[in-house]
């Protein structure tokens, strides 16, 4: 039996952190040995918000492509493409325009909380109350029945399992199959050096291509246990230190173990226990760096890859057209 059809995408609006490196793209890695998968860039999503600025988003997505290389996607087991590149997705995005109700999309919880949120920008467009039509569009295209994404998404999912539905009822056929979310493990909340989640709009990011110097200062200025002023003080790591889920990511057990006796013995500080946070991170990022200065100096990598991986989707994205256009028009139309 062929191995299910995993795909997931990610917008193009800026530079990758610690977060989306254990949040999500861990979990794509460990994906790609077990199953079909189609990774791409979804340019065009990151049109509704960024609409206004479009040239940026080119950019943006060669270095989103060069970061999920250099953490190890593989273009020989995982299918990378652009969204913007396979114009099929869009012929679909406008054939489910056609039966899904407005008010689905208008009473969809992350839409109304992006609206809140970024107030600064006039998201009362078409597009972006589309955007999970799009979505839809991008998962069923491919006929995907795994989709890995954050919690934030699922009111997504969800909407794109009830587009499938319709889609098969109205026209009598199993086109679709409705595709189950995977949530990313354990390490989904990744915190920043003030505390909150991590995130680039709050600048408390460590990104995969900051400098080793950058990831040296950004740990050594992370919240610690804020009720342990000194050294001599008793700490509680499990509980109070915001480091602390980063040395679990990125300490072996047994160390942990001793660093936790350590604190709450007060004999281990703050200062040194991040220094050497410090250094874990950086051995830790420091084949990702060099594989991406690898990368970067073969030229025409990029092309190659990526027409590779166009000529995969589009075939994958070609056949489920042919289909939904002769359950919709019915065979032979023009
Ligand atoms: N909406 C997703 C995000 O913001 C990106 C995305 C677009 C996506 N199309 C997708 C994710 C299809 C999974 C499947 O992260």
């Known amino acids: 039996m062929a191995a299910k059809r995993v795909l997931s995408g990610m917008r193009p609006t800026g530079p990758l952190h610690l977060g989306h490196l254990h949040g999500v793209l861990k979990n794509w890695l460990a994906l790609q040995e077990k199953y079909?998968?189609?990774y791409f860039v979804a340019d065009w999503h990151a049109l509704t918000t960024e609409y206004e600025n479009p040239r940026r988003i080119p950019e943006f997505s060669r270095e989103l492509l060069l970061e999920w290389l250099s953490v190890g996607l593989d273009p020989a087991k995982s299918t990378l493409f652009i969204q913007s590149a396979i114009k099929e997705?869009?012929?679909?995005y406008l054939l489910f325009g056609m039966i899904v109700p407005v008010s689905w999309l208008e009473r969809n919880p992350t839409y109304k909380e992006m609206l809140q949120n970024l107030k600064h920008r006039d998201l009362s467009t078409f597009g972006f109350l589309g955007y999970p039509v799009l979505q839809a569009a991008d998962i069923l295209i491919y006929k995907a029945e795994k989709v890995p994404v954050g919690v934030d998404q699922l009111p997504h999912l969800e909407l794109t399992r009830e587009i499938a539905r319709r889609f098969n009822y109205l026209y009598d056929r199993e086109v679709f199959p409705l595709p189950e979310p995977l949530l990313s493990r354990e390490?989904?909340?990744?915190p920043g050096i003030d505390g909150r989640k991590?995130?680039?709009?709050?600048?408390n990011a460590i990104f995969l291509n900051d400098s080793e110097e950058e990831v040296r200062r950004k740990v050594l200025a992370m919240v610690t246990d804020t009720g342990r002023p000194r050294k001599s003080d008793?700490?509680?790591?499990?509980n109070r230190c915001v480091a602390f889920n980063l040395i679990r990511l990125y300490t072996p057990e047994a160390r942990v173990k001793e660093i936790?006796?350590?604190?709450?013995?007060a004999r281990l500080g703050c200062k040194d226990?991040?220094?050497e946070?410090?250094?874990?991170?950086?051995?830790?990022?420091?084949?990702?760096?060099?594989?991406?200065?690898?990368?970067?100096s073969r030229k025409g990598l990029f092309e190659e890859i990526l027409a590779e991986g166009h000529r995969r989707a589009r075939e994958a994205a070609r056949r489920t057209l042919e289909e939904v256009r002769e359950v919709l028009w019915g065979p032979r139309y023009f």
């Open 36 to 38: 079909e998968c189609f």
């Open 89 to 92: 997705h869009a012929e679909l």
């Open 187 to 190: 390490a989904a909340k990744v």
């Open 198 to 203: 991590m995130s680039k709009s709050y600048g």
């Open 234 to 238: 008793p700490g509680d790591p499990e």
């Open 260 to 265: 936790v006796e350590e604190c709450r013995a």
């Open 273 to 275: 226990c991040k220094r």
């Open 277 to 296: 946070l410090a250094e874990r991170v950086i051995e830790a990022l420091t084949p990702i760096w060099e594989r991406r200065a690898e990368l970067e």
